[in-house]
């Protein structure tokens, strides 16, 4: 019964005076019981062990073999000199065996994984005309008509707990009386942020548009024909040999899968630039129905977006902010609980929305688990991972098992800015401190849940304060619609400092 007990949480609420009965006039209070994050320290599935190592066998088996190899061929040419190899052979031989050494480095090259380079990132920050606080949310959607009293208290409630400031940005025309869905106020949306942070980041690169290879664009709700990514080839004139992609329906946790999809490109395709934008458009996602259930989106979500340069040019790393180190997805889509906790459909009433189910938190939380648990063999001090297998082989019954210090991992932590009571459970049961948590925290206030952009916002965050120095390694994780998991590392080339752009600096006027 207490292992059950712990799966819950409970919440003690005020229901008013009765209006009728034998407690009419009497104050009543109910008691709601919700599922919990799972507690991440108590048990570990060593399913998602054993991945995390199989990916680090099948990603690094040339660091294994390499030092072998080494020792053999200096123990075989010993202190052979080049006067010994004149000495031996003839200049045709010595072309020969130059020209073999130059087609195995050549080789050796071209087969070793390239790195990933992070050039730069832009945020995008709408004008101060979208601003929009908690009272004048709910101002707007009393005028607006199209919510009826219950669905503003609820509003009201979640607003107040979200841990959202005053200075969010928002579409102010969703409120328009009957308002509905429609292309041109998406296409707006979504030209306006995309385009604003790409240019920003051509200007900081000083890449040129026609010099880009790889187009990735992530969107959840709002997919056009044409697609989102030929409105930015068609906008920048890009080239038209271009590598576009346009991913949508995964909601927040696109934009590492974007990553990844940008990485497996550059593998595929050597000195080469790659453009990843990622985005969501608030007046699709924007429900204006009384579904509780669909009603969350509507709190939470706010307008941003951001663009990402990714190169695999060697030379590149002299200027690159970052290189990318590690990258798992955890997928739990085989599970329907997982699979329908977040999902788009229509109301009673034929007015479309994202449904986001009770049990999203419980979903969210295994997923998170299943993830974290098999990134951690690819990140973990091996001091960390001997002390887990000694108490995992030794452990006696009945004891839990030793779980991984994970801070050991990162230095820096951008988890996916989506609710206050989130991102709680999460430092609890992860054991971070605030300073692991901040830049979550001071994004959801200021931004609010800009999606699949939000940890990159997390990571301006940092930026702006100094925080990032070279070596440090930062960890962004992102959960999304399917339902998903993925995280992304990245160790810093250098320390990087204060940008004399970004959307944490008030803009003048």
């Given amino acids: 019964m207490s292992k059950e007990s712990e799966d819950f949480s409970t919440e003690i609420v005020q229901r008013g005076a009765e209006n009728s009965g034998p407690n009419a006039g009497s104050i009543s209070f109910s008691v709601r019981v919700r599922p919990r994050l799972p507690d991440f320290l108590s048990s570990v599935n060593l399913k998602y062990v054993k991945l995390g190592y199989g990916y680090l066998i099948s990603h690094r088996l040339y660091l294994l073999l390499a030092p072998p190899l080494l020792a053999a061929f200096i123990a075989r040419i010993g202190n052979f000199t080049l006067h010994d190899l004149y000495q031996k052979y003839g200049p045709i031989e010595i072309l020969f065996i130059s020209a073999l050494l130059f087609i195995l480095l050549y080789f050796?090259?071209?087969?070793?994984?390239?790195?990933?380079?992070?050039?730069?990132?832009?945020?995008f920050r709408p004008s101060n005309e979208y601003k929009i606080s908690k009272a004048e949310f709910i101002e707007l959607a009393k005028k607006s008509g199209n919510f009826n009293d219950t669905t503003i208290e609820f509003q009201e409630r979640v607003l107040k707990k979200s841990g959202m400031g005053d200075e969010t940005y928002l579409p102010k025309g969703v409120f328009r009386p009957g308002y509905r869905n429609s292309l041109k106020d998406g296409r707006e949306e979504v030209s306006m942020v995309m385009f604003g942070a790409i240019n920003d980041l051509l200007a900081a690169t000083k890449v040129k548009a026609k010099d880009i290879t790889i187009l990735i664009v992530n969107c959840g709700i709002l997919n056009t024909t044409p697609s989102l990514s030929s409105m930015i080839v068609n906008h920048f004139k890009l080239r038209h040999d271009i590598h576009s992609f346009n991913l949508g329906g995964m909601g927040c946790g696109a934009g590492i899968t974007a990553i990844d999809l940008a990485k497996d490109l550059l593998d595929a395709y050597p000195r080469t630039y790659a453009l990843v934008v990622s985005t969501e458009a608030v007046s699709s996602t924007w429900y204006t129905g009384?579904?509780?259930?669909?009603?969350?989106?509507?709190?939470?979500?706010?307008?941003?977006?951001?663009?990402?340069?990714?190169?695999?040019f060697r030379l590149d790393k002299w200027r690159a902010k970052y290189e990318l180190k590690q990258l798992v997805r955890t997928h739990k889509g085989m599970d329907n609980k997982s699979y329908k906790s977040i999902h788009q459909r229509e109301d009673s009433e034929g007015r479309k929305g994202l449904s986001v189910s009770k049990d999203i938190i419980e979903v969210g939380g295994h997923a998170l688990k299943a993830n974290i648990t098999t990134l951690g063999p690819l990140v973990l001090p091996v001091s960390e991972q001997l002390h887990f297998f000694t108490n995992l082989i030794f452990k006696k019954k009945k004891t839990k098992p030793y779980i991984p210090d994970y801070k050991l991992a990162f230095e820096h932590m951008c988890i996916l800015a989506t609710s206050k009571k989130v991102l709680d459970e999460i430092q609890k049961n992860l054991e971070l401190t605030e300073e692991y948590m901040e830049a979550s925290r001071k994004t959801l206030e200021r931004f609010g849940n800009t999606s699949s952009s939000s940890t990159w916002y997390e990571l301006a965050y940092l930026e702006l304060n100094s925080r990032i120095k070279r070596g440090d390694r930062v960890c962004q994780i992102a959960c999304g619609a399917g339902f998903m998991c993925n995280s992304v590392v990245w160790k810093a080339l250098r320390n990087v400092r204060k940008p004399k752009h970004s959307p944490w600096i008030e803009q003048e006027g």
């Fill in 290 to 312: 009384n579904d509780i259930e669909m009603q969350l989106p509507n709190c939470f979500f706010r307008m941003g977006a951001a663009a990402i340069m990714l190169s695999n």
């Fill in 108 to 123: 050796y090259i071209d087969f070793t994984p390239g790195s990933t380079y992070l050039l730069d990132f832009s945020c």
